[in-house]
């Protein structure tokens, strides 16, 4: 989603005011939850839906 918005994960940093390594941690799925907050925000500055950016492993 940051590349078809054509953001950098530094201004989606700036924008969901979360720290590049929190985000890191998301990018890269390895991340155990995420507060729906921060999820909204996300969502909020890449304008999509959760299941845009979420899947699921099990």
Known sequence: ???RRKMQLQ???????ITMANLSILKTGKAKAI??????????ALNCQP????EFNE
Do not use: P, S, Y
Not at 11 to 17: G, H, R, S, T
Not at 51 to 54: E, M, P, R, S
């Open 11 to 17: 201004e989606l940093a700036e924008k969901v005011d």
């Open 1 to 3: 989603m940051l590349a």
């Open 35 to 44: 507060r729906f907050t921060t999820l909204d925000a996300i969502c909020k």
């Open 51 to 54: 299941g845009d950016i979420l």
